[in-house]
Every structure is written in C-alpha cells, then in structure tokens.
C-alpha cells in the first residue's frame, strides 16, 4: 500500500537573466550543446578517451606537466574537500590565510577532519603580503598553506608568484583555490610551485557547476603516497588516479561519473584551448579594466581600494548611505532581468557582489551593468523619497 501519492509537477515560468552574480556564469552555446549527448557509460572506450581528453585539458588550464590531474565529481567544495583531506591527516597543521569565505570553509572542513589548524587573517579589502606569510610558516610550521587565488565574497585577488617557494624553504606544501579565478587571471601552477590546487567550472570557464578540477605536484604525490591516514573512499585521489588512468593502462572503476558533466568539463577545455589562455587572460581584464572605469561614473566606491587588488572576474562595490543591498539586487533582476549579488560572507550587507566573467566577459555586458545600476540608483532613491 502506497502511502504517499504521486506529486502534481505543474510546469514553472522562468525567464532566464542574464548571469552577473559571482557565478554560475552564463554557459558557451557549445556547452549546452555537449550536455544533451548521449550518456555514456564510466567502463567503455569511448568515455575513457574523454578522460584522457579531460586530463591533457586540466594540465592546460592549471598550466601542470604533473600527471596527477583529474576532475572530482562535485562542485568546488569537493575540491576543496579532496585536497585537503588528501594531504593532511590528524597529525598535520594546516595554516589558512584568511580573507574571506572561502578560507573560512577550508578551516571548517579541516577541522571535521581532525587537522590542527592556524589561521592568519587580514582586513577583507586586503590581500597579504609574502612577509607576512614568511614568518606565519616560520613560526608554525605548517604541513600546508591554504591560500584562495580569487576570492569571489570580497573581490580580490591575491599575488601568489613566488609564494610556493617560500612554502618550500619552511617545509611547507602550497594549497590553492583557483575558483573564481582560473581561466580569467594568469595561473601557472608549476612555474609558480603550487602543491594542490582546485577549481570549478561555473565562472570563467562558462560550463555548470557540479565537476571540480584538481591538480597535484609530485611533491603532494609523494605525501600522499606516504600519509598514515585515509580520506573518505569518494574523494581518495590515489583510487581516483586509477579510474582516471593518470599513470596508464589502469582503467579501474571508482564511482559513475555523470556523463553531461564530463561532456560539459571536455567542452569548456575545447573552448578554452580555442580561445588560448592568453587571449582569455587579456579578455577578462579588458572587460574589467572598463568595466572598473565606468563605475567610476556612479556614485558608489570599490570596496577593494588598491587597483592591483581586484579581481577582474567578480568586483565588489558599497553603495551610498541610505541604500539597501537585497533591494539593489531585486531592482535590478526585475527591472533590468540581470542577476547580481549581495555580500557573502564578510562581505553580508557591505558590498554588491558583480560578477563578468566566461561567455559573459564582453563590453557590451559590462556597458549593460553600468545601465542598469544607473536607473536602479535612481530608481531607488525615487522610491525612497
Ligand atoms: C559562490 O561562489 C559565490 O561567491 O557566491
């Protein structure tokens, strides 16, 4: 006897805005297309070719010759997740520099896994210096640093040429989040020394959420060969290599990976190695460079004061007394039909959060911004008198 019934689905309106929050961006047209193929099953040739295809694309965009490259099934966090419970186990510290949301979670996910954990912050319209971070390694002594390239709850982007040897000098591996920031702002993970690092596809790569790039040094591999303990069996790189055939002929099932992911990963990497990462570094900060200049027309302030500071991909911006954020927002998805964010984080009822990035970095995207939150001011401020 059935004791629940079969729910009504009535069919939902939804008109589609145009993507200007920290992410999802709006997807490459061949991305969509790429989702509707067929599915393919995780133990056939086919699929296995486009693994391989996948990981010739990850060593790419992280720019890595390392052969521990594969992509986990989840969002971001499964990233996150994966490196850090890879490569620490209860006897190991990690240091976490913080600035925004992102090292916050790091610290709640090493934390569940027993890490020991040090956190050093700075004021959220900062990024840190190399000093700094010397004596934080000097004086702790960390097994890793986690450090967020593009932090996408501020809006700033953080210099890390020369930081993974530092980390060296002290023993210490370099951990990256590269979110918000891979394909749009230079990244060179080996040139740089960078031990783990991970990403995700919903910002300047234009593809879904829900399938994470990851990376590993063969300094990283070598700690995970040698750890003590184990991370959880979904996200153990090692069993993960296999299934992703890193070092050759070991095609060993781990887990069903979704096939539209896999189709929509290989397709953002297409689009990609098309455009070059150079043109799209370029793309990305040409936008932004006019985009940040005709803001200036506006009468609010950026909350990140230090140009070199901003982050191309998601800019952060305080409006005048008087204004409310989530009223900003909701003007400007229902007069407007374009979808930008409040803060997150500590960023909650400080700043607007906007967001140019992947198929959506283009001036015209950027001069339709400036429109909107042109009439949206105005338009606020009428209703307000
Ligand atoms: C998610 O990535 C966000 O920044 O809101």
Known sequence: MLSVSPPEFVDREFTKPLLCGPGPADLWPSVIEAMSKPSVTTMCEEFYHVLDDIRLGIQYLFQTRSKLVLAMSGSGHAGMEAIISNLLGPDDTLLIAARGIWDERALGVAKRYGNFTIVTEVPISNTFDFEHLESMLKKVKPTALFITHGDSSTGSVQNLEGLGKICHKHRALLLVDTVVSIAAVPFLMDEWEVDAVYTSTQKALSGPPGISPVAFSARAEHKIKNRKHEPPFYFDIPLLALQWNCYGNSRKYHHTISSPMIWALRACLQELAKETLQKSWERH???????????????????????????????????????????????????????????????????????????????EVADALIEGMTSTLKGLKKSSL
Do not use: C, W
Not at 303 to 321: A, F, G, N, Q, Y
């Open 285 to 363: 900060t040409r936008v932004a460079n006019h985009f940040h200049k005709r803001i200036q027309e506006l009468p609010v302030k950026f909350l990140i004061t230090k140009p070199e500071d901003r982050l191309s991909t998601v800019t952060t911006v305080v409006l005048p007394p008087g204004y409310d954020y989530l009223q900003f927002v909701k003007y400007m998805r229902e007069k407007h039909n374009i979808l930008i964010f409040a803060g997150l984080g500590p960023t909650v009822g400080k700043a607007l959060r906007i967001g140019i990035m992947g198929v959506n970095s283009t001036i």
